[in-house]
């Protein structure tokens, strides 16, 4: 099912450019298209670790950052512009390739797969027909980053934590790859506009009721675990290695890990969201007839993904950490059996028409 | 197990040992070096199970060292102390066979005292650095510069 | 093409080492490890002492004995009061000296609350270690209450110097009792929210239990005391086998807290108990704090009489004895403290080999270890 009868925003971008100015109209479009996206990127970090402090500063009786700017909004703007003027300052025995190409890696792998995301109705920057194939394709190419990074630093700490990130990314992808594999049984695209598409009438955690709902929670553990956050947090478990694999970068080697975790985040939860909840469609129709669908599209996207991202830093301060042996059990005993009947349940659901 | 007991059962099986009720509200048992395990062991069959602190002493002529032991059973306590004359070579068997908690404890005795416990695992300097000359507990260290006597 | 072959007899693992500290975030100051690891395994443990030894004891030998108790403060910092009452009761114990009810009945106060501000801060910081960071927000919102009411009677908040050999150095605030009673049922109200919040979690629990078995006999032969030592079934507490100050004199009803699992989670239901026996403890005696004075009479300058003299205190951390060898001089001619912590690290070389690096920062917590007590 490819469909047709949307526009594409960025599509529309890039062939009204290169009708007027030719290929250099294409190249130009193609940098704006990149330029929103970088900016999307810089601007959402940022605005997530607020958010992030705030959140935490809620559950920890603080106050968090309050000071610079209304609300503290400026807060992660002052400490970029710290982390941007501060020395680039590394050890001298690191393997240099390794060590500089780490945290490009890592920054790439979240921006690729940001731009198959549906943000709202043709505001995508690819619609893939593989959108959420290439997704977890592409951010398990982050996963070297860190692995790099790990190895490049000569750091006795920072491999610990490269290779318990690898460990870690490695097992979850796939529960991951197999909670979405279940939807994507009920949705019969992997294209993410498709995808959504398919919930018009309802949306899949609710159409797909029991194994939906499975399928939701393992890909929620496994989504946590890919995006390195507490209670799976092991690659950088600070009590234990100091900070893992970024401990010998600093100012902006470090700020881009720190902003591709968020952003991981970020990642992990406009899937779920998409897989899950129907993306940028309104829940019950509520807006539906209403102007500027782009629009409304955005709010609910966002609306639901705040929501998941909420979650997701409800565990991060509650939680202890795990270990890497139970991680591993986790996944290996419990995840993937569930993930793997879970899969066959569903199989047999969508066979005999039983999903709503 | 009154003290007379404790004092009976020892000097049936070791000879040289001074004991003594006055210094302080322990039993005290003097040993001499030769018999400074021996004796331990046997107070440690005696029921004195929990070596509570060793402390280095150095009492001006002689080095030595001083052991606390408790009966957890019963809460008693006595004193052990051996001297040692020697203050350049100065040597004990060690107790980390018998009492755990003696690895630490004889590592800093060793450090600040300059006590040599034979047969101790990792007989190396605990609190200072590996280069230190001098055993800065002992009453006959001098640093002009480090150390401020009123 | 030429055919590779992998012999795999010539694969072999290597141990490495890895120096954990002195600047760590788990070992809480500046303690440091020397790993042998295999993998993540750790295959030994050497502990490197002395990045923050004052040679207190040598000091000691230096000053007056009412200097003395100003130095203890300086070891075990998170129960400073008890290192300080330690020191006040052997003197008074050498001088024969019958210190007023009052002062035993505060001394004993001021030495349970510094040991719940202490438990406070290790339940903190053991959730901070296990990865669960908001444990410590809460628990130093609670311990600020202990500071402050510290801060108004004593002056100080940490490091109180509260106690002098025959009493204490200030009478109580007069708002002391009114902060205490509003203290004790808050602790009361927020200990179950941190059960909820921490200990019954299942990762928590999962993380804790099995690990870092110490046996009794074990806790015995490494001298292990305090919680450490009850945590592995071992009766050590110095205020139900050997009591001082108002454990002696008054009839104080209260449990030593004694679990035999010897594991983790046993250290750690230890400590959360103890907090509450501790305010069992406050409050029978601050209804009626007698009044007989604050200081027994002593002479400006304090000379021992010849002899050694041991006093046994329970801190929070264990048990801390400060032996005192007295040449009758004005000085004391040797002074030992036998620190808690010194012999619990000597527990960590055995019980934390076989675990993996994660574990053994959850042992380093479950210990409590506060550098400044082990160093000296």
């Given at each position: 099912?490819?469909?047709?009868?949307?526009?594409?925003?960025?599509?529309?971008?890039?062939?009204?450019?290169?009708?007027?100015?030719?290929?250099?109209?294409?190249?130009?479009?193609?940098?704006?298209?990149?330029?929103?996206?970088?900016?999307?990127?810089?601007?959402?970090?940022?605005?997530?670790?607020?958010?992030?402090?705030?959140?935490?500063?809620?559950?920890?009786?603080?106050?968090?950052?309050?000071?610079?700017?209304?609300?503290?909004?400026?807060?992660?703007?002052?400490?970029?512009?710290?982390?941007?003027?501060?020395?680039?300052?590394?050890?001298?025995?690191?393997?240099?390739?390794?060590?500089?190409?780490?945290?490009?890696?890592?920054?790439?792998?979240?921006?690729?797969?940001?731009?198959?995301?549906?943000?709202?109705?043709?505001?995508?920057?690819?619609?893939?027909?593989?959108?959420?194939?290439?997704?977890?394709?592409?951010?398990?190419?982050?996963?070297?980053?860190?692995?790099?990074?790990?190895?490049?630093?000569?750091?006795?700490?920072?491999?610990?934590?490269?290779?318990?990130?690898?460990?870690?990314?490695?097992?979850?992808?796939?529960?991951?790859?197999?909670?979405?594999?279940?939807?994507?049984?009920?949705?019969?695209?992997?294209?993410?506009?498709?995808?959504?598409?398919?919930?018009?009438?309802?949306?899949?955690?609710?159409?797909?009721?029991?194994?939906?709902?499975?399928?939701?929670?393992?890909?929620?553990?496994?989504?946590?675990?890919?995006?390195?956050?507490?209670?799976?947090?092991?690659?950088?478990?600070?009590?234990?290695?100091?900070?893992?694999?970024?401990?010998?970068?600093?100012?902006?080697?470090?700020?881009?890990?720190?902003?591709?975790?968020?952003?991981?985040?970020?990642?992990?939860?406009?899937?779920?969201?998409?897989?899950?909840?129907?993306?940028?469609?309104?829940?019950?129709?509520?807006?539906?007839?209403?102007?500027?669908?782009?629009?409304?599209?955005?709010?609910?996207?966002?609306?639901?993904?705040?929501?998941?991202?909420?979650?997701?830093?409800?565990?991060?301060?509650?939680?202890?950490?795990?270990?890497?042996?139970?991680?591993?059990?986790?996944?290996?005993?419990?995840?993937?059996?569930?993930?793997?009947?879970?899969?066959?349940?569903?199989?047999?659901?969508?066979?005999?028409?039983?999903?709503? | 197990?009154?003290?007379?007991?404790?004092?009976?059962?020892?000097?049936?099986?070791?000879?040289?040992?001074?004991?003594?009720?006055?210094?302080?509200?322990?039993?005290?048992?003097?040993?001499?070096?030769?018999?400074?395990?021996?004796?331990?062991?046997?107070?440690?069959?005696?029921?004195?199970?929990?070596?509570?602190?060793?402390?280095?002493?150095?009492?001006?002529?002689?080095?030595?060292?001083?052991?606390?032991?408790?009966?957890?059973?019963?809460?008693?306590?006595?004193?052990?102390?051996?001297?040692?004359?020697?203050?350049?070579?100065?040597?004990?068997?060690?107790?980390?066979?018998?009492?755990?908690?003696?690895?630490?404890?004889?590592?800093?005795?060793?450090?600040?005292?300059?006590?040599?416990?034979?047969?101790?695992?990792?007989?190396?300097?605990?609190l200072l650095t590996e280069d230190w000359e001098g055993y800065p507990m002992r009453k006959d260290w001098q640093d002009e510069t480090k150390?401020?006597?009123? | 093409?030429?055919?590779?072959?992998?012999?795999?007899?010539?694969?072999?693992?290597?141990?490495?080492?890895?120096?954990?500290?002195?600047?760590?975030?788990?070992?809480?100051?500046?303690?440091?490890?020397?790993?042998?690891?295999?993998?993540?395994?750790?295959?030994?443990?050497?502990?490197?002492?002395?990045?923050?030894?004052?040679?207190?004891?040598?000091?000691?030998?230096?000053?007056?004995?009412?200097?003395?108790?100003?130095?203890?403060?300086?070891?075990?910092?998170?129960?400073?009061?008890?290192?300080?009452?330690?020191?006040?009761?052997?003197?008074?114990?050498?001088?024969?000296?019958?210190?007023?009810?009052?002062?035993?009945?505060?001394?004993?106060?001021?030495?349970?609350?510094?040991?719940?501000?202490?438990?406070?801060?290790?339940?903190?910081?053991?959730?901070?270690?296990?990865?669960?960071?908001?444990?410590?927000?809460?628990?130093?919102?609670?311990?600020?209450?202990?500071?402050?009411?510290?801060?108004?009677?004593?002056?100080?908040?940490?490091?109180?110097?509260?106690?002098?050999?025959?009493?204490?150095?200030?009478?109580?605030?007069?708002?002391?009792?009114?902060?205490?009673?509003?203290?004790?049922?808050?602790?009361?109200?927020?200990?179950?929210?941190?059960?909820?919040?921490?200990?019954?979690?299942?990762?928590?629990?999962?993380?804790?239990?099995?690990?870092?078995?110490?046996?009794?006999?074990?806790?015995?032969?490494?001298?292990?005391?305090?919680?450490?030592?009850?945590?592995?079934?071992?009766?050590?507490?110095?205020?139900?086998?050997?009591?001082?100050?108002?454990?002696?004199?008054?009839?104080?009803?209260?449990?030593?807290?004694?679990?035999?699992?010897?594991?983790?989670?046993?250290?750690?239901?230890?400590?959360?108990?103890?907090?509450?026996?501790?305010?069992?403890?406050?409050?029978?005696?601050?209804?009626?704090?007698?009044?007989?004075?604050?200081?027994?009479?002593?002479?400006?300058?304090?000379?021992?009489?010849?002899?050694?003299?041991?006093?046994?205190?329970?801190?929070?951390?264990?048990?801390?004895?400060?032996?005192?060898?007295?040449?009758?001089?004005?000085?004391?001619?040797?002074?030992?403290?036998?620190?808690?912590?010194?012999?619990?690290?000597?527990?960590?070389?055995?019980?934390?080999?076989?675990?993996?690096?994660?574990?053994?920062?959850?042992?380093?917590?479950?210990?409590?270890?506060?550098?400044?007590?082990?160093?000296?």
């Amino acid at each position: 099912m490819i469909l047709t009868n949307t526009t594409n925003y960025f599509a529309e971008l890039v062939s009204y450019l290169s009708e007027q100015m030719g290929l250099g109209g294409q190249i130009l479009a193609y940098v704006i298209v990149a330029a929103i996206y970088l900016g999307f990127f810089a601007v959402a970090g940022l605005l997530l670790v607020y958010i992030e402090r705030r959140v935490a500063a809620f559950f920890q009786l603080r106050l968090g950052p309050n000071r610079v700017g209304p609300w503290g909004l400026l807060q992660t703007i002052a400490d970029a512009l710290k982390l941007l003027s501060k020395e680039i300052f590394g050890t001298n025995r690191k393997d240099k390739l390794l060590y500089n190409t780490a945290y490009y890696l890592v920054i790439i792998a979240s921006l690729v797969a940001l731009s198959v995301i549906p943000f709202s109705i043709g505001v995508q920057a690819y619609d893939l027909n593989i959108g959420v194939f290439f997704i977890s394709a592409v951010s398990s190419v982050g996963v070297l980053g860190i692995i790099f990074g790990g190895w490049g630093s000569n750091n006795k700490y920072s491999l610990i934590g490269g290779m318990r990130s690898g460990l870690q990314m490695i097992s979850y992808e796939l529960s991951s790859g197999l909670a979405i594999l279940t939807i994507i049984l009920m949705a019969g695209t992997l294209q993410m506009s498709g995808i959504i598409e398919a919930q018009r009438d309802g949306f899949f955690i609710w159409r797909g009721h029991i194994p939906a709902l499975i399928a939701f929670f393992v890909f929620v553990i496994a989504g946590t675990a890919e995006s390195n956050r507490t209670p799976f947090d092991l690659a950088e478990g600070e009590a234990e290695l100091g900070a893992g694999y970024h401990s010998e970068y600093s100012g902006m080697g470090f700020a881009f890990f720190f902003l591709a975790e968020f952003i991981n985040m970020f990642i992990i939860s406009a899937i779920a969201v998409t897989l899950f909840f129907g993306g940028w469609l309104a829940p019950f129709h509520l807006t539906d007839g209403l102007a500027y669908q782009p629009l409304w599209g955005a709010i609910w996207f966002f609306l639901k993904v705040s929501v998941m991202i909420f979650l997701l830093m409800w565990f991060r301060w509650t939680f202890p950490r795990l270990r890497i042996d139970q991680l591993l059990t986790l996944e290996w005993k419990y995840l993937l059996p569930i993930g793997l009947i879970n899969i066959v349940l569903m199989a047999i659901l969508v066979y005999f028409n039983l999903v709503f | 197990m009154t003290n007379n007991d404790i004092i009976t059962a020892l000097q049936k099986q070791f000879q040289d040992l001074s004991f003594d009720e006055e210094t302080s509200k322990y039993l005290t048992i003097t040993v001499l070096p030769e018999n400074y395990l021996d004796v331990m062991k046997a107070v440690r069959e005696m029921g004195f199970d929990y070596l509570f602190s060793m402390t280095g002493m150095d009492w001006g002529a002689e080095l030595g060292v001083t052991n606390h032991l408790e009966n957890t059973e019963t809460g008693d306590m006595i004193v052990v102390k051996v001297k040692l004359a020697d203050r350049e070579n100065p040597e004990l068997p060690t107790l980390e066979n018998v009492w755990k908690t003696a690895h630490l404890h004889e590592r800093e005795i060793f450090d600040l005292f300059g006590i040599n416990f034979k047969g101790h695992s990792v007989m190396k300097r605990l609190l200072l650095t590996e280069d230190w000359e001098g055993y800065p507990m002992r009453k006959d260290w001098q640093d002009e510069t480090k150390m401020i006597i009123r | 093409m030429e055919q590779v072959t992998l012999n795999t007899a010539d694969l072999k693992s290597q141990e490495y080492f890895l120096n954990m500290g002195p600047q760590h975030p788990a070992t809480h100051g500046v303690l440091r490890l020397i790993l042998t690891l295999d993998g993540e395994v750790v295959k030994n443990i050497e502990p490197d002492l002395g990045y923050i030894h004052r040679s207190i004891e040598k000091q000691c030998e230096y000053e007056g004995y009412k200097q003395i108790i100003h130095l203890t403060d300086r070891m075990d910092y998170l129960s400073a009061h008890i290192n300080n009452e330690a020191v006040a009761l052997a003197i008074e114990q050498a001088l024969e000296i019958e210190v007023p009810e009052r002062v035993k009945v505060i001394r004993t106060i001021m030495g349970e609350l510094t040991r719940i501000a202490s438990h406070l801060l290790w339940w903190g910081v053991m959730g901070m270690d296990v990865g669960a960071l908001t444990t410590f927000m809460y628990a130093f919102r609670d311990r600020e209450m202990i500071n402050d009411i510290m801060e108004e009677t004593c002056g100080a908040r940490l490091t109180m110097s509260y106690s002098t050999p025959g009493g204490v150095m200030f009478d109580l605030h007069p708002n002391f009792v009114k902060r205490i009673k509003e203290f004790i049922p808050h602790l009361r109200s927020v200990i179950p929210k941190y059960d909820e919040l921490l200990t019954g979690n299942v990762i928590f629990q999962k993380r804790m239990k099995g690990v870092g078995y110490m046996s009794y006999e074990d806790a015995i032969s490494h001298g292990a005391s305090g919680p450490v030592a009850r945590g592995s079934g071992v009766s050590c507490d110095r205020r139900k086998k050997g009591p001082y100050s108002a454990f002696a004199s008054q009839d104080i009803d209260f449990k030593e807290i004694i679990y035999t699992e010897g594991d983790n989670l046993a250290r750690y239901n230890v400590r959360m108990k103890e907090m509450l026996q501790s305010l069992n403890i406050i409050e029978q005696l601050i209804d009626n704090i007698p009044d007989d004075g604050i200081q027994a009479k002593t002479r400006a300058l304090i000379k021992l009489p010849k002899g050694e003299f041991l006093q046994r205190v329970e801190t929070a951390r264990g048990d801390l004895g400060v032996y005192i060898v007295s040449d009758g001089k004005k000085n004391p001619y040797r002074v030992k403290f036998r620190s808690p912590g010194f012999s619990n690290l000597n527990a960590l070389i055995e019980i934390g080999k076989g675990h993996l690096i994660a574990d053994l920062v959850a042992i380093m917590s479950t210990l409590d270890f506060v550098v400044p007590d082990i160093d000296r």
